[in-house]
């Protein structure tokens, strides 16, 4: 039986839905559909245009690949734009979660596609007791301020249980770090941090000052309570109640500041977070123990992220709600949806893509109007996604992309990319610099790359396109066209035998060979309204009126895959105690292709 999140949840809210929403009993309200979780995309349809870009992979057996260090659990990532560069921040343990021991790491990146080998920034610290040495992990819900004075500072937590001390330095705009300063001391922890001194102490005037504004701002020290947990007598401290976790904080129009906690939980502040509303918990807010993220948007609306799941052992899809107002959301809108097998088993290491951040309000604002977010994979990869503004979900016109206008390398407007590093997915001069063409290249073990194209929903459409494998003997290519649930009406793929074959399942309804290094002409005639397709290659049929894979009403995306649909993992994969992925670390002979000319009628 399937697990649906149904709009029957809307009777356990009944009473709390009465209330009119943006006051303390409801900061926010959001109209959710149903979500399908079984299946990692919740069967959303894509917000047009997202780019998915793998930041970092991890490498336990070639580290020279990864960060040096080889060390698998890597999560809780955040993100800022400073000195024309996006700067990355994540935590890592050598194998799972709240194992010591732990440091945090930093990779920038000029347009947030190319990232530099992440570096150290807080190295792991071994701290005498009586009992004798004893290991910190790194843990904290704020990575970064750009403050008044335009220093960047680079911030993280030590600490065990709890916290001890939360340590600061400065990002230099030769892209060095200045040395690491104690900027706050948990007032429940008995330890210190001899090593490092406190933040006044340091010569640079101009770094205390910003130190010191961070100190004064109330909206972002509201993310420091987690680390030191109910310890504070000072008050330094302004939300009521229990502790809530991890808030992300913006501003709706009429200037209140709305924060979203773990869980569901959110509450408003009227005076730039010196005092807040007793938090609630959102029941319209479905969603797990991951992180919720909000912020407004580049054209003046709104947007929360999250994982709109049960709570349960998974954290997928990832997917996006928007509002005018930052008080409704609706229009629930997919962000990524892949969930690739856990290639390093670790503690607490949930599947899916989680702990999503963005910019924080005054850490940098990149050009352009796109909404960057950055989340894990697994607890294992670091992922960041680029959301074209205004985020949309349909598209009006027909498609004819040559793709020789396009930068390579750079945005290719109206489609969908997830790109792991081992799978690039991008416009290249091929055949020549002139008529270029959207290369897929994988060497992925474990993973694939993926380019979507969304088309006007129909229910009858023609497809051409053309397509070149570099080899007939390695690697696959699966496309398959959708409708807006996902339903794969049409399964077709070139296989690593020089085949290429109409699928219904594993079934092969229909084939023919196909040779490395040629183009080939593709057609796919789809109707809905009769439930066949036709296909031909280089104008020759392959199959004639052959029933949908999957029953779809309408049609409104195709999908150019380098590897096998999956809807594993499940909840069932979920155990901490199983073995590593075979040969993790290691590539496997690239297979590469090229697509041109798609057209879409």
Not at 31 to 45: E, F, K, N, Q, S
Not at 238 to 264: N, Q, W
Not at 409 to 414: F, L
Not at 444 to 473: M, N
Request: hydrophobic share 35%; aromatic share 10%.
């Amino acid at each position: 039986m399937k697990r649906i999140l149904s709009l029957t949840l809307a009777l356990s809210v009944a009473a709390f839905s009465a209330a009119e929403p943006g006051g303390p009993d409801e900061p926010v309200r959001v109209d959710a559909p149903p979500i399908d979780l079984d299946v990692h995309d919740g069967r959303l349809r894509p917000a047009i245009g997202v780019e998915n870009i793998q930041v970092f992979r991890a490498n336990r057996t070639r580290p020279d690949t990864a960060e040096n260090t080889g060390w698998t659990y890597n999560h809780a990532p955040m993100l800022a734009y400073w000195n024309d560069r996006f700067y990355l921040q994540y935590l890592s343990n050598p194998f799972g979660e709240v194992l010591p021991p732990g440091q945090t790491l930093v990779t920038t990146s000029r347009d947030g596609r190319t990232w530099e080998m992440p570096m150290v920034v807080f190295p792991f610290y071994w701290l005498r007791t009586p009992r004798g040495p004893k290991v910190l992990i790194m843990h904290q819900r704020m990575g970064f301020y750009v403050a008044p004075n335009d220093r960047l500072l680079v911030v993280a937590s030590y600490g065990y249980e709890p916290g001890i001390a939360r340590v600061v330095r400065n990002a230099n705009m030769d892209g060095s770090y200045g040395p690491i300063f104690v900027i706050r001391r948990n007032p429940g922890s008995q330890a210190e941090l001899s090593r490092y001194p406190f933040y006044t102490d340091s010569s640079d005037r101009e770094f205390v000052a910003a130190c010191d504004a961070l100190l004064a701002d109330k909206l972002k020290t509201t993310q420091w309570r987690e680390e030191e947990e109910d310890y504070d007598t000072t008050g330094f401290f302004t939300v009521p109640g229990p502790m809530r976790k991890a808030p992300s904080i913006y501003h709706r129009k009429d200037g209140t500041a709305v924060a979203l906690f773990k869980e569901a939980w959110a509450a408003i502040s009227k005076d730039e977070g010196k005092s807040w509303s007793m938090p609630v918990r959102v029941p319209t807010i479905i969603t797990d123990g991951a992180k919720t993220w909000g912020q407004r948007t580049d054209d003046g609306r709104y947007a929360m992220v999250y994982n709109p799941a049960d709570f349960g052992s998974h954290r997928w899809p990832l997917a996006i709600v928007t509002g005018d107002d930052g008080v409704v959301f609706s229009n629930m809108l997919l962000i990524n949806g892949e969930v690739p097998p856990r290639r390093y088993q670790g503690g607490g290491k949930v599947f899916g893509m989680q702990y999503v951040r963005g910019i924080s309000e005054g850490n940098g604002d990149p050009p352009g109007t796109d909404l960057w977010l950055v989340y894990s994979s697994n607890k294992e990869d670091i992922w960041i996604s680029r959301v074209p503004v205004p985020i949309r979900d349909r598209v009006d016109a027909p498609v004819s992309d040559s793709f020789d206008a396009l930068e390579v390398g750079g945005r290719i407007p109206d489609w969908n990319i997830y790109r792991p590093r081992w799978a690039q997915v991008g416009i290249t001069a091929f055949p020549n610099p002139r008529n270029k063409s959207l290369q897929l290249e994988d060497r992925e073990p474990h993973d694939y790359g993926k380019a979507v194209r969304v088309f006007p929903e129909t229910k009858s459409v023609r497809i051409t396109c053309r397509i070149l494998a570099r080899q007939s003997d390695t690697g696959r290519l699966e496309i398959d066209v959708m409708d807006g649930a996902g339903n794969r009406a049409v399964q077709l793929r070139f296989d690593d035998k020089g085949m290429l074959s109409a699928l219904h399942g594993e079934t092969s309804l229909g084939e023919a060979s196909y040779r490395a290094d040629r183009w080939y002409q593709l057609g796919i005639n789809a109707d809905a309204t009769r439930g066949e397709y036709e296909l031909t290659l280089d104008g020759q049929p392959i199959v004639r009126q052959v029933e949908f894979a999957e029953p779809a009403a309408s049609l409104e995306r195709i999908e150019f895959r380098t590897g096998a649909y999956r809807i594993q993992p499940t909840r069932e994969h979920d155990r901490s105690d199983g073995e590593d992925l075979p040969d993790p670390g290691d590539p496997v002979p690239t297979a590469g292709f090229y697509l041109d000319d798609v057209v879409i009628r």
